[in-house]
């Protein structure tokens, strides 16, 4: 947010802050989900320069697309683990996700 607009907010009696400060997320939390948001960017990102739709990805992933599309979206319901398993099946190496989630 720029400087004049938070100016302009605080002095009607607003308040800012981060997501994780309005949601009074702990360091932990809010680390693990920048780990989820960073393997969904990187499945996106892999899924399209592979060339694939996401049913494609889904049918190598025995899923569907729908799971795909959350997968990709950061849905709170997909698994750290579900994410990094379709990563590895996309062709990512394990020092390339390690370097997407640090």
Do not use: C, H
């Amino acid at each position: 947010m720029d400087s004049r607009k938070k100016a302009r907010l605080t002095k009607a009696g607003w308040t800012t802050g981060s997501t994780a400060d309005f949601l009074n997320l702990s360091d932990e939390e809010s680390a693990y989900i920048e780990m989820k948001l960073a393997l969904s960017r990187k499945l996106r990102e892999r899924r399209m320069a592979n060339k694939l739709t996401q049913a494609e990805l889904a049918d190598a992933l025995a899923s569907s697309q729908s799971r795909v599309a959350k997968m990709e979206a950061g849905d709170p319901t997909v698994s750290i683990d579900l994410l990094i398993k379709s990563l590895l099946v996309l062709g990512v190496s394990k020092k390339e996700l390690a370097r997407t989630i640090s």
